[in-house]
T-cell receptor
Framework: DSGVTQTPKHLITATGQRVTLRCSPR?????VYWYQQSLDQGLQFLIQ???????AKGNILERFSAQQFPDLHSELNLSSLELGDSALYFC?????????????FGPGTRLTVT | AQTVTQSQPEMSVQEAETVTLSCTYD???????LFWYKQPPSRQMILVIR??????QNATENRFSVNFQKAAKSFSLKISDSQLGDAAMYFC?????????????FGTGTRLKVLA
């Protein structure tokens, strides 16, 4: 158990819909990262937050957005869903700085768009 | 721009044997961290080992060790006494030092098969 929690574990929805994925980082970790992994593919970095502020963006579509709240949990919002958005979405957290830079991953949310 | 290259899409090893997975990276920076992550069929991402660039000593975690060659920008993972549970996708990753500032760069992964 990495200490990072993600809900829900599985999500099945229809095209055109909107969903919200939730992530709670490990206690003390200030950074949260979101990744997308399609079947048999590598990790695609989406976005990073550090202590409530957006710090880096990757290949995140305009239909996707995220935020990190004062209690440091984060949400990834996916809207106008398409079949190609079906993937495993990971959240990872890291304490960073003198505490180290290891990223710890949650179990992922498996999104299926039908 | 920093890049991470894993040139072996797939590797096989006999149970109890040793295997080495390759990773090279490109950077002009001197203060960074390198990681190996394992993704078994469950698809959970698990940290295997980390290496700080400022440390000359190679990191070791039980049966897992790295060969870190800073000048050559090489960071290979050696798995000794391979076990069936080691079968997984392995990702190499790089990150610059600096809190909340930089993203992680991942390689494309190497799929390791362990043969009984």
């Amino acid at each position: 158990d990495s200490g990072v929690t993600q809900t829900p574990k599985h999500l099945i929805t229809a095209t055109g819909q909107r969903v919200t994925l939730r992530c709670s980082p490990r206690s003390g970790d200030l950074s949260v990262y979101w990744y997308q992994q399609s079947l048999d593919q590598g990790l695609q970095f989406l976005i990073q937050y550090y202590n409530g502020e957006e710090r880096a963006k990757g290949n995140i579509l305009e239909r996707f957005s995220a935020q990190q709240f004062p209690d440091l949990h984060s949400e990834l919002n996916l809207s106008s869903l398409e079949l190609g958005d079906s993937a495993l979405y990971f959240c990872a957290s890291s304490v960073e700085g003198t505490g180290g830079y290891e990223q710890y991953f949650g179990p992922g949310t498996r999104l299926t768009v039908t | 721009a920093q890049t991470v290259t894993q040139s072996q899409p797939e590797m096989s090893v006999q149970e109890a044997e040793t295997v080495t997975l390759s990773c090279t990276y490109d950077t002009s920076e001197s203060d960074y961290y390198l990681f190996w992550y394992k993704q078994p069929p469950s698809r959970q991402m698990i940290l295997v080992i980390r290496q700080e660039a400022y440390k000359q000593q190679n990191a070791t975690e039980n049966r897992f060790s790295v060969n870190f060659q800073k000048a050559a920008k090489s960071f290979s993972l050696k798995i000794s006494d391979s076990q069936l549970g080691d079968a997984a996708m392995y990702f190499c990753a790089y990150r610059l030092s600096g809190a909340g500032t930089y993203k992680y760069i991942f390689g494309t992964g190497t799929r390791l098969k362990v043969l009984a």
